[in-house]
C-alpha cells in the first residue's frame, strides 16, 4: 500500500467544525511531525469565541437530536463508521504523521476506534428503564434513560482518533450533542473525522470540533455556561484534577480518564517468554505512550534474572525510526519535553542506584527520539516509580513473594491498569482481586476492548468508557412515581 502523504494532508480541513461548517478563525496553529521536527501542516486556532460558538451550535441542536429516533442516530454512526474503515489509509498515515507511532500501530488505532463507533451505534437502540411495583403495593415505579445534554469532551494527544470516537459515539447514541477539543499538537486526525462525519450525514451541530492553542483560555467560558450538563475528559492527573474544580461549580457530570501507574508482575510461576511477549506490549505499544503502559515490573527472584535478559534481548530488537518507515516498531516521542522528561528520569533511576542494561539515553539527530530502556534493580527512592514514565523506559524490581509484589503495587496513588503473569489460575486470581485498580491483565499485555469498560480507580479517574457502561455515562435516569 502506497500512502501520497500530500494528498492525505490535503484532504483534512483547516478551520474549527462549528454548526456543521469549518470556520477560519483569522489566527493558525502548527502542526509537528515529531520524527522529523518539521511542520507537515497549519491549522485555524480557536479564541474562546469560537468555544462559545461550538457551544451555542451544539445547544441549537440538542433537542432535535434527543428526539431522534434512536435506530437514525444508529444508523448515522454505523455509516460513519463505515467511512472511516474506508478511509483507513488516510487516518493511519494522520496519526502516523502528527502523533509519531509506527504505521502498523496506527491501522490497530483506526480499528480499535471505529469500532467504538460501531459498538454504539449498536446500543443506540438498546437504551431500556424499568418498571415495577413499589413493594408495599400501590404506586408503580417506573425509570427511564434520557440524555444528559450538551457535552464537552477533551481528549489526549496518544491516541488521536480512538479517545475522541470513545467520546463522540456513546454520547451520539444516548442522543447528546457535543463540543470536542483534541490535543492542539494532534488536531489533524479529528479534523478529519469531523469531515467523515459530515459526509456521513451528521446534522448541523450535532458534532463540534474546536483546535486551540489556548486551551485553558477557551475552555473557561463553556465551563461557566449553565447550558453545558457534562464533561468528559482524558488527560493527565494533573490537568484533569484542576478541570474536576471548574466542573464542581456547576456541578457537571464527569467522566475523567486520568494517568496510570501500571504495575507489571511476573509472579515465579509463569510462563517466562510469554510474560516477555506481553512486557513488549504493555511497555513499548504507542511508544510507551499509553495511559495503560506498564511502568514498574516486579518479578519473583527466581525468574528474575531470566526475565531480565529475555526482555533486554527483546528490547535491542526494537526498530526504532519514522512511524511511516515500513519496520519500524518504535517512534518517537511526542515532542523535546517529553525527551527531557524521560531523559531525567532515567537519570534519577541510575543516580539512585539502578542499573541501564540497553538503551539509556535519547537518539541523537532529528525528531523526539529514546532509545527503547531497561533499568534493572531500581530503587524504592527512584521518580520512576512514582511518576508516569510514557516513553520507552522499562525500571525493574526484583521482589521475594506474591504478597511483596502485590503490595508494592499496590503502592501508588493512581489504579488504572496492573498486569499479572502466573501459570497457576488460582493464585493469578488471587493476585488480580488484591490488586487496586480499575483493569486487569491476566497473562496478556492488552485489555482494550470497546466492547469492555475502560476506567481507573484512584486517582486515575471516574467513571468507564466502552462497553454497556460507557453508555449510561451519558444517561440520566428519571424515575416516575405513579399511583395506582
Ligand atoms: P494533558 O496535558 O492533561 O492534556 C489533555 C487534554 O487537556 C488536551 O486536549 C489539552 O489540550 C487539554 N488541556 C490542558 N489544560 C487544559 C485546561 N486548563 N483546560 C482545558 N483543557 C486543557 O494530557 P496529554 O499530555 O495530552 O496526555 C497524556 C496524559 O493522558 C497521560 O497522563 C495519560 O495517562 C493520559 N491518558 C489517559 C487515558 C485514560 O483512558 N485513562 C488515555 C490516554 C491518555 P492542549 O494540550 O492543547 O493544551
Redesign the pocket.
Known amino acids: 500500500m502506497s500512502i501520497n502523504i500530500a494528498d492525505v494532508l490535503a484532504s483534512v480541513p483547516t478551520g474549527q467544525f462549528i454548526g456543521g461548517a469549518f470556520v477560519e478563525t483569522g489566527a493558525t496553529l502548527d502542526v509537528e511531525n515529531p520524527a522529523t521536527g518539521e511542520v507537515i501542516a497549519t491549522v485555524s486556532d480557536a479564541s474562546p469565541e469560537h468555544g462559545q460558538a461550538a457551544l451555542d451550535a451544539a445547544c441549537a441542536a440538542g433537542p432535535a437530536w434527543a428526539a431522534t429516533p434512536a435506530r437514525e442516530r444508529a444508523e448515522l454512526l454505523r455509516r460513519t463508521f463505515e467511512l472511516v474503515i474506508e478511509r483507513k489509509d488516510a487516518f493511519a498515515a494522520l496519526m502516523t504523521l502528527e502523533m509519531g507511532k509506527p504505521l502498523t500501530e496506527a491501522y490497530g488505532e483506526v480499528a480499535y476506534g471505529a469500532e467504538f463507533i460501531r459498538w454504539f451505534s449498536e446500543e443506540a437502540c438498546r437504551i431500556e428503564g424499568r418498571w415495577s411495583v413499589a413493594p408495599a403495593g400501590g404506586n408503580r415505579l417506573l425509570t427511564m434513560k434520557q440524555p444528559v445534554g450538551p457535552v464537552y469532551a477533551?481528549?489526549?494527544?496518544?491516541?488521536p482518533l480512538a479517545?475522541g470516537t470513545?467520546k463522540i459515539a456513546p454520547a451520539l447514541a444516548a442522543g447528546c450533542t457535543v463540543v470536542i477539543?483534541?490535543?492542539?499538537?494532534t488536531?489533524l486526525t479529528m479534523l478529519y473525522l469531523m469531515q467523515t462525519f459530515k459526509d456521513a450525514g451528521l446534522p448541523n451541530g450535532v458534532v463540534n470540533c474546536i483546535?486551540?492553542?489556548?486551551?485553558?483560555?477557551?475552555?473557561?467560558p463553556i465551563?461557566a455556561d449553565p447550558r453545558l450538563r457534562k464533561l468528559t475528559?482524558?488527560?493527565?492527573?494533573?490537568?484533569?484534577v484542576?478541570?474536576l474544580e471548574?466542573a464542581a461549580k456547576s456541578v457537571l457530570r464527569t467522566s475523567?480518564?486520568?494517568?496510570?501507574n501500571a504495575p507489571f508482575v511476573v509472579l515465579a510461576d509463569a510462563d517466562i517468554d510469554a510474560a516477555v511477549a506481553g512486557a513488549m506490549v504493555a511497555k513499548y505499544r504507542n511508544n510507551g505512550?499509553?495511559?495503560?503502559?506498564a511502568n514498574r515490573f516486579f518479578v519473583h527472584t527466581d525468574v528474575y534474572d531470566e526475565f531480565r535478559d529475555k526482555l533486554v534481548a527483546a528490547t535491542e530488537a526494537i526498530v526504532v525510526g519514522p512511524g511511516l518507515n515500513e519496520g519500524t516498531t518504535l517512534g518517537p516521542l511526542?515532542d523535546a519535553d517529553a525527551v527531557a522528561k524521560v531523559s531525567s528520569l532515567v537519570d534519577d533511576a541510575v543516580a539512585t542506584g539502578g542499573k541501564v542494561y540497553t538503551g539509556g539515553a535519547a537518539v541523537e539527530g532529528a525528531g523526539y527520539f529514546f532509545a527503547p530502556t531497561v533499568i534493572a534493580d531500581v530503587t524504592p527512592e527512584a521518580r520512576v516509580l512514582n511518576e508516569?514514565i510514557?516513553g520507552p523506559v522499562a525500571p525493574l524490581i526484583r521482589v521475594d513473594s506474591d504478597e511483596e509484589a502485590i503490595a508494592l503495587a499496590n503502592q501508588t496513588e493512581f489504579g488504572?491498569m496492573a498486569y499479572v503473569y502466573s501459570r497457576d489460575s488460582a493464585r493469578g486470581i488471587t493476585a488480580v482481586e488484591q490488586l487496586e485498580s480499575g483493569m486487569v491483565g491476566l497473562n496478556t499485555g492488552l485489555v482494550s476492548n470497546p466492547a469492555a469498560p475502560?476506567?481507573?480507580v484512584k486517582m486515575?479517574?471516574l467513571g468507564r468508557?466502552g462497553s454497556h457502561e460507557g453508555l449510561d455515562e451519558y444517561l440520566e435516569i428519571k424515575y416516575v412515581g405513579i399511583a395506582t
Not at 477539543?181 to 499538537?185: S, W
Open positions: 477533551i481528549t489526549p494527544w496518544n491516541f479517545m470513545r477539543k483534541p490535543a492542539a499538537l488536531p483546535v486551540t492553542s489556548s486551551s485553558g483560555a477557551v475552555s473557561a465551563f475528559f482524558t488527560g493527565s492527573t494533573e490537568v484533569g484542576r478541570l471548574s475523567m480518564e486520568l494517568g496510570g505512550e499509553a495511559c495503560t503502559a511526542i508516569e510514557f488504572l475502560f476506567g481507573g486515575s479517574g468508557e
